[in-house]
């Protein structure tokens, strides 16, 4: 009469075993995907300090030539009716007849999103900060320097292509002292000076944005 007994208490043991293992089984995969992840995670997290890398270094540089087209436009601004043409004005000018630009090193970005790998990064603060800069901030950068850049090859060279008298490769400084004359007749005019100061406004903005950025 024992032998059905030891028999349930076999196959409660079996089952058990059974239990056990599957558990182990589950408890080992996930400490195996928990590994894989904090790997991945790590591996995105260097990824994205490489592109932002490359990213303030653009940012940096751009922001240092915008304050001295922003210094250039000033200079230009503070010239007295009647002053005399020199060298620094046509560098200024120069200086103003460029722009420009951001391209965002966001491959890291575009594949995690393409792959939803944002669930990798446990630091949510971090991954929100992440999103921010790259949905919102640098989409406000690109707007901004689009907006110089419109502005500079639409209203900007337009109107000096019309009124400046012409020097090759931009070397004002070789123009003859009437033409000299006239360069600065053009500079002091209300509608000159105006679309001067419309690109001082403008790079002040792209700066600001940028370094906000940044």
């Given at each position: 009469m024992a032998k059905p007994n030891r028999n349930f208490k076999y196959y409660i043991a079996e089952l058990l075993i059974l239990v056990l293992g599957i558990s182990l089984s589950f408890v080992l995969n996930e400490y195996r995907q928990q590994q894989r992840d904090i790997k991945l995670e790590d591996e995105l997290l260097h990824q994205f300090r490489d592109n932002l890398i490359l990213d303030s270094l653009l940012l940096s540089s751009q922001a240092k030539l915008l304050e001295k087209r922003i210094d250039f436009a000033q200079y230009l601004l503070e010239l007295e009716e009647g002053e005399v043409y020199s060298d620094s004005v046509g560098l200024s000018l120069i200086w103003l007849m460029n722009y420009g630009g951001f391209y965002a090193s966001d491959i890291t970005y575009q594949e995690?999103?393409?792959?939803?790998?944002?669930?990798?990064?446990?630091?949510?603060?971090?991954?929100?900060?992440?999103?921010?800069?790259?949905?919102?901030?640098?989409?406000?950068?690109?707007?901004?320097?689009?907006?110089?850049?419109?502005?500079?090859?639409?209203?900007?060279?337009?109107?000096?292509?019309?009124?400046?008298?012409?020097?090759?490769?931009?070397?004002?400084?070789?123009?003859?002292?009437?033409?000299?004359?006239?360069?600065?007749?053009?500079?002091?005019?209300?509608?000159?000076?105006?679309?001067?100061?419309?690109?001082?406004?403008?790079?002040?903005?792209?700066?600001?944005?940028?370094?906000?950025a940044l």
């Open positions: 995690m999103r393409s792959l939803g790998n944002s669930r990798l990064i446990q630091n949510k603060t971090l991954l929100n900060e992440i999103i921010q800069l790259y949905e919102m901030d640098y989409d406000i950068v690109v707007e901004w320097a689009s907006a110089d850049r419109l502005f500079l090859l639409d209203d900007l060279l337009p109107y000096m292509n019309k009124t400046l008298p012409f020097a090759r490769m931009l070397n004002f400084s070789s123009l003859n002292d009437a033409k000299r004359r006239d360069l600065m007749r053009v500079l002091a005019q209300d509608e000159a000076r105006y679309l001067i100061q419309y690109s001082e406004i403008m790079k002040i903005g792209n700066k600001a944005v940028f370094d906000n």
